[in-house]
């Protein structure tokens, strides 16, 4: 079946530094692929999205690319503010599917 | 459009008690999913709904559950005989599906109900 791996947290950041949280996915077909964020006491919302190989998602200077090669979904984002501080998804649709798969989530907490 | 909207927020019950929750999604969207989320996971797939016909239930779900969407809108959850293991956060998404099926649009999640057993 289909599942999701994520780095676990919690993500320690200082304001400014780089991010990386990886995402490696096994799936059948060829799945869409989501980040999905949780800020504290809110619901889900999706950050970004990739539908097919080598497509590259992008919202709010977080980015991450659909790697088939690798199965690997890394989202980035070069300089993390304190707002970003949230719990990260990552999820797929199996191709041809209907419902969202997600990973265990990974907390970022970003410090002045 | 308020987005997705989930009544109540809170829910504490005692074991062996009844508890039923609402979900009231994008006013046109023709697709409602119901998740739960506990401490620590990802949110765990339960069943889904295409307007008023359940397409797809997990093996989560036990015969204790049932989901219902009677006229393709709002969409109502019932736990029967709760149990301290159904502590969790219910989550409720909806989307729009596209011809062709699957899924290529967001889904939107309302804000969940949290359920404490006691």
């Known amino acids: 079946g289909n599942s999701v791996t994520q780095m676990e947290g919690p993500v320690t950041l200082s304001e400014e530094a780089f991010l990386t949280i990886n995402c490696t996915y096994t799936?059948?077909?060829?799945?869409?692929l989501f980040w999905y964020v949780q800020y504290p006491g809110e619901g889900l919302q999706l950050l970004l999205k990739?539908?097919?190989?080598?497509d590259k998602g992008s919202n709010k200077g977080f980015e991450a690319t659909y790697r088939k090669e690798t199965t690997s979904f890394h989202l980035e984002k070069g300089s993390v503010q304190v707002s970003d501080s949230a719990v990260y998804f990552c999820?797929?649709?199996?191709?041809?599917?209907?419902?969202?798969?997600f990973g265990t989530g990974t907390q970022l907490k970003v410090e002045l | 459009d308020t987005g997705v909207s989930q009544d109540p927020r809170h829910k504490i019950t005692k074991r062996g008690q009844n508890v039923t929750f609402r979900c009231d999604p994008i006013s046109e969207h023709n697709r409602l999913y119901w998740y739960r989320q506990t401490l620590g996971q990802g949110p765990e797939f339960l069943t889904y709904f295409q307007n008023e016909a359940q397409l797809e239930k997990s093996r989560l779900l036990s015969d204790r559950f049932s989901a219902e969407r009677p006229k393709g809108s709002f969409s109502t959850l019932e736990i029967q005989r709760t149990e301290q293991g159904d502590s969790a956060m219910y989550l409720c998404?909806?989307?729009?599906?596209?011809?062709?099926?699957?899924?290529?649009?967001?889904?939107?999640f309302g804000q969940g109900t949290r359920l404490t057993v006691v």
């Open positions: 998404a909806s989307s729009l599906a596209t011809q062709g099926g699957g899924l290529n649009t967001e889904a939107f």
């Open positions: 999820a797929l649709i199996g191709g041809g599917g209907n419902k969202l798969t």
């Open positions: 799936a059948t077909g060829y799945p869409s």
């Open positions: 990739a539908t097919k190989a080598d």
